[in-house]
């Protein structure tokens, strides 16, 4: 069917030319913006550009059509040049690279380790970078620290802390950056503490509320982030940011970078 049907059929709709797409996938910039930097382009008629949101990245999909696959992807490259100029902060991949094997290959690369301590996201973070083939090179271990107990008791965040800010809070999330990443012996830290809903929300702390922490040996920066949608939306989102702003501060050489993120 394929041989006798399809591909005739393709021939004559494309009429004779190859037809080649990449894609490019980014974080830590939404949609509009990342579309706003790129209007001009996007009415290229070919190559062409598609913008195309995704949950917690953006991806940006070019198309060439050419008499030859050398040809579409010369088109290819020279559009992904001028993309990667303008928004070259953002892109960690292509085509089907996910973040966390980006991030498990820097780490390697680095000769560093990671370890997680987690409230909202209840394992999530530690389940996506361990669903890389070789991630056991880099990942020592996570701590799901739901509750208080938990959290004082394995990771040491003082109840002080606790009792004056809430478990919801930019002292919670240090405490459990620094604290897995002392008591697990890793390179990097990462704590995640917030507000996945759709209950247990307040005016002053609302669901969808997330802080996340990393730690490296030198330093410790901690980024609010107030998250849209459902519970596993707002999860995913907050997993998805904490690996980019671990790639970020892998690529920096540490922590201090991601102050100005």
């Known amino acids: 069917m394929v041989r006798e049907q399809v591909v005739p059929f393709l021939a004559q709709w494309t009429r004779g030319e190859v037809i080649r797409s990449r894609v490019l996938r980014l974080s830590g910039i939404g949609e509009a913006d990342a579309e706003a930097q790129v209007q001009d382009l996007v009415r290229s008629a070919n190559p062409t550009l598609a913008p195309l949101a995704k949950l917690g990245e953006v991806h940006l999909r070019i198309t060439a059509r050419a008499a030859s696959i050398d040809e579409a992807e010369q088109m290819i490259a020279q559009m992904e040049h001028t993309l ?3 928004l070259g902060a953002y892109i960690y991949g292509t085509d089907d690279t996910t973040l966390e094997q980006v991030v498990v290959n820097l780490l390697r690369e680095h000769g560093q380790s990671l370890a997680t301590a987690e409230s909202c996201t ?5 389940h996506r970078i361990t669903d890389v083939p070789g991630s056991s090179d880099v990942f ?7 509750s208080n107990a938990v959290k004082q008791r394995e990771l040491g965040v003082p109840q002080e802390v606790l009792t004056e800010y809430g478990a919801v809070s930019e002292p919670t999330a240090r405490a459990m ?3 897995v990443r002392a008591r697990l012996g890793s390179h990097w830290g990462i704590g995640i503490t917030g507000i996945a809903g759709p209950s247990g929300g307040t005016p002053e702390k ?4 997330v802080y996340i922490g990393v730690s ?3 330093t410790t920066v901690v980024k609010r982030q107030l998250f849209a949608g459902d519970r596993q939306t707002i999860k995913y989102r907050a997993t998805q940011y904490a690996l980019w702003l671990l790639y970020k501060g892998v690529q920096a050489g540490g922590c201090g970078s991601l102050s100005r993120l």
């Open 122 to 126: 209840g394992g999530l973070l530690s």
């Open 140 to 146: 020592i271990g996570g701590i799901v620290a739901y």
């Open 206 to 209: 609302p669901v969808g509320l």
């Open 84 to 86: 990667r100029e303008r």
């Open 177 to 179: 950056a620094e604290g």
């Open 216 to 218: 490296d040996p030198n």
